[in-house]
T-cell receptor, first 108, second 113 residues
Framework: GQQVMQIPQYQHVQEGEDFTTYCNSS?????IQWYKQRPGGHPVFLIQ?????EVKKQKRLTFQFGEAKKNSSLHITATQTTDVGTYFC????????FGQGTELSVKP | DAGVIQSPRHEVTEMGQEVTLRCKPI?????LFWYRQTMMRGLELLIY????????DSGMPEDRFSAKMPNASFSTLKIQPSEPRDSAVYFC???????????FGDGTRLSIL
């Protein structure tokens, strides 16, 4: 179907460690969006990927779109406590369909 | 610029009561979305509007839920009668077009007792 699967569901890291979340689809994606939701907050748009193999960086965050446009990843280098939250990928299918999210906790 | 504004921020009411959630999208945005978020089901799209017209309401749980957008600057989501299983955080979001990044409001935390 139109679902996007995100793994892992939870990730606990020590501050300074790297973190990666993956988003997978069984069908080709026209584009993929990533959002971050802090605890008690609302989803905030981070980035949109459109092109096959696209890589975009935002400071310590690296976003990648697979060559086949069926998967995407978000990698955070040297996590900080401010990175805590749930990271969602979302696919465009006429409407935006969100994955279940990866909840990141960072131990100082 | 003001973001998406939702009211109320919190609502606690007894089952059977009518609940009305309100949303003011960002000025100039043509698309408006209503979401429900729970631990069990995650972030679910309930309905979305383009230019004030409902486009997809397939996510609306049942007839107890209804949504309106009488003009470009205001939308409501109504639950009547409310049930405990409706307890969730309800988000409104808007975007300049339905395939563009969405801007979320702070949400309404709804508790039905």
């Amino acid at each position: 179907g139109q679902q996007v699967m995100q793994i892992p569901q939870y990730q606990h890291v020590q501050e300074g460690e790297d973190f990666t979340t993956y988003c997978n689809s069984s069908t080709t994606l026209s584009n993929i969006q990533w959002y971050k939701q802090r605890p008690g907050g609302h989803p905030v748009f981070l980035i949109q990927l459109v092109k096959s193999g696209e890589v975009k960086k935002q400071k310590r965050l690296t976003f990648q779109f697979g060559e086949a446009k069926k998967n995407s990843s978000l990698h955070i280098t040297a996590t900080q406590t401010t990175d805590v939250g749930t990271y969602f990928c979302a696919r465009q299918g006429g409407k935006l369909i969100f994955g279940q999210g990866t909840e990141l906790s960072v131990k100082p | 610029d003001a973001g998406v504004i939702q009211s109320p921020r919190h609502e606690v009411t007894e089952m059977g009561q009518e609940v009305t959630l309100r949303c003011k999208p960002i000025s100039g945005h043509n698309s408006l979305f209503w979401y429900r978020q729970t631990m069990m089901r995650g972030l679910e799209l309930l309905i979305y509007f383009n230019n004030n017209v409902p486009i997809d309401d397939s996510g609306m749980p049942e007839d107890r839920f209804s949504a309106k957008m009488p003009n470009a600057s205001f939308s409501t989501l109504k639950i009547q009668p409310s049930e405990p299983r409706d307890s969730a955080v309800y988000f409104c979001a808007s975007s300049s077009a339905d395939n563009q990044p969405q801007h979320f409001g702070d949400g309404t935390r709804l508790s039905i007792l």
